[in-house]
């Protein structure tokens, strides 16, 4: 089995307060990627690379996979009426209720061979989300659209006229849900249905529900990013979906690494180099295919205009 050297990371944030972009790029090269689809820093800098906050993050992510409404409820509750995020209220950092989309375009402008941006948009934030998207969708490396309903407590619907734009002009919209109306995975895709959808970290907080939804719609997609999920989910949503419907992702800068630290780019990307997946009842190493689906070609797929 060969490493793939030249993969796209999907699902990547532009914090250099956390991690500088040059240390990025660096790591990139290291590990194999070619170029990075970045979005806003989503919050203030943060990390979860203590003891008690790594059990926290384990302790929801098993939750969610296994016991459904408690998880679900752990899981809401690291955000507050505030707009902050904290793992079972260990510290508590201020979610930006506009990402900033002039950070990534000067990215994108420094090092336009190896970024892709992604137009991060909020419908009651402070910033007209058409206004956003009609300010920086001209720079041609902009190649998609970031909602998070999730941390921006924001319903689907309020959505829909960024929905509508992105099929009518063929852009994907990646989308880290929430429950109940900030969870309906149903409603942008049965109101628009040639929107390419990309559900992010594997369809939290809803994993196997969602697949079962999502597997015979040609226009959903999941990325496989962050501490959210492990290896067993990705190795448990790429059996379950085919290798067509999932992206490689990281969700960097957020990981186990601390201040100073470089993030661990080689990690969610290993795991899916020497995943054992289960093909025709049997378990079999991945193949070089699926592989480069995963790790590139499915990306590229989604972003084509034509």
């Avoid at 030249?6 to 090269?29: F, G, S, V």
């Avoid at 929905?163 to 429950?179: R, S």
Wanted: proline share 6%.
């Amino acid at each position: 089995m060969n490493e793939i050297n030249d993969a796209i990371d999907a699902h990547a944030h532009i914090q250099p307060d956390m991690w500088p972009l040059e240390r990025m790029i660096h790591a990139m090269d290291v590990y194999g990627i070619e170029k990075a689809a970045i979005c806003g820093r989503p919050s203030e800098a943060f990390y979860m690379n203590s003891p008690f906050k790594k059990m926290a993050a384990g302790l929801n992510r098993v939750a969610l996979y296994f016991l459904g409404p408690v998880g679900k409820m752990l899981y809401n509750s690291t955000v507050d009426k505030e707009g902050n995020f904290s793992m079972l209220g260990i510290e508590t950092h201020k979610i930006y209720s506009q990402f900033d989309n002039k950070e990534v375009a000067e990215a994108i402008k420094k090092y336009p061979d190896r970024f892709y941006g992604l137009i991060s948009v909020n419908p009651i934030g402070p910033s007209d989300p058409m206004q956003e998207i009609e300010d920086y969708v001209s720079i041609p490396q902009m190649v998609g659209i970031k909602i998070h309903p999730f941390w921006h407590q924001c319903p689907i619907k309020k959505y829909e006229e960024v929905a509508q734009w992105c099929e009518k002009n063929k852009y994907p919209i990646e989308v880290h849900l929430g429950v109940g109306e900030i969870g309906d995975y149903r409603y942008l895709p049965e109101r628009f249905p040639n929107l390419k959808i990309i559900y992010l970290h594997a369809g939290v907080p809803f994993f196997r529900e969602l697949w079962s939804y999502a597997k015979s719609k040609p226009n959903i997609f999941f990325d496989l990013s962050s501490p959210y999920i492990d290896d067993t989910i990705i190795r448990e949503a790429i059996s379950f979906l085919g290798a067509d419907k999932c992206l490689y992702g990281t969700d960097l800068p957020y990981g186990y690494n601390g201040s100073g630290e470089d993030y661990d780019y080689g990690l969610i990307k290993g795991w899916i180099e020497n995943m054992t997946l289960f093909y025709d009842g049997k378990e079999k190493i991945i193949s070089d295919k699926d592989k480069e689906k995963i790790l590139r070609n499915n990306f590229e797929g989604l972003i084509k205009r034509s």
